[in-house]
Nanobody
Framework: QVQLVESGGGLVQPGGSLRLSCAAS????????MGWYRQAPGKQRELVAT???????NYANSAKGRFTISSDNAKNTAYLQMSSLKHEDTAVYYC??????????????WGQGTLVTVSS
């Protein structure tokens, strides 16, 4: 079984910064990619940023220039550094990973989500 545990969400003022972390645990052979998605109230879940195991990154237009995704492959952990936060960044942020295990092969796993609230 593989679990993703997110941390780092909270309340921040507009213009502020937050750093989210996502740690994967379990019987992991390898992780090909990790990413962050978000879902605001009344809206569909959307991509924020992804990173592959070899460091290739992809960002939503709304995240470019303000958010930075990174990872520590040795720790099976991904990070999302968010700066210049806006009210519209308020959402539940979900971590996602494409993992390979010995028993179940390749599959996708999601974290429980962490709430980010941008408000003065």
């Amino acid at each position: 079984q593989v679990q993703l545990v997110e941390s780092g969400g909270g309340l921040v003022q507009p213009g502020g910064s937050l750093r989210l972390s996502c740690a994967a645990s379990g019987s992991i052979v390898s992780i090909s990619a990790m990413g962050w998605y978000r879902q605001a109230p009344g809206k569909q879940r959307e991509l924020v940023a992804t990173i592959t195991s070899d460091g290739n990154t992809n960002y939503a237009n709304s995240a470019k220039g303000r958010f930075t995704i990174s990872s520590d492959n040795a720790k099976n952990t991904a990070y999302l550094q968010m700066s210049s936060l806006k009210h519209e960044d308020t959402a539940v942020y979900y971590c996602h990973a494409s993992v390979r295990t010995k028993v179940f092969g390749n599959f996708e796993v999601w974290g429980q989500g962490t709430l980010v609230t941008v408000s003065s």
